[in-house]
């Protein structure tokens, strides 16, 4: 059986958290970077994960 693990996505511009998502940390190990619509900034930007709580 597969292991998800919620992870946040934080904008690397304006550091808020934008996005709630999952991965499974043993079929991809390093962390997720992902381009996304920002809407503090209003604009796509790089995401990059951050532990979720």
Do not use: D, G, W
């Amino acid at each position: 059986m597969a292991i998800k693990r919620q992870v946040r996505l934080e904008c690397t511009e304006c550091k808020s958290i934008n996005y709630l998502t999952y991965r499974n940390p043993k079929s991809v190990p390093e962390k997720l970077e992902l381009k996304k619509f920002c809407k503090k900034c209003k604009k796509v930007t790089l995401h990059k994960e951050t532990k979720a709580k």
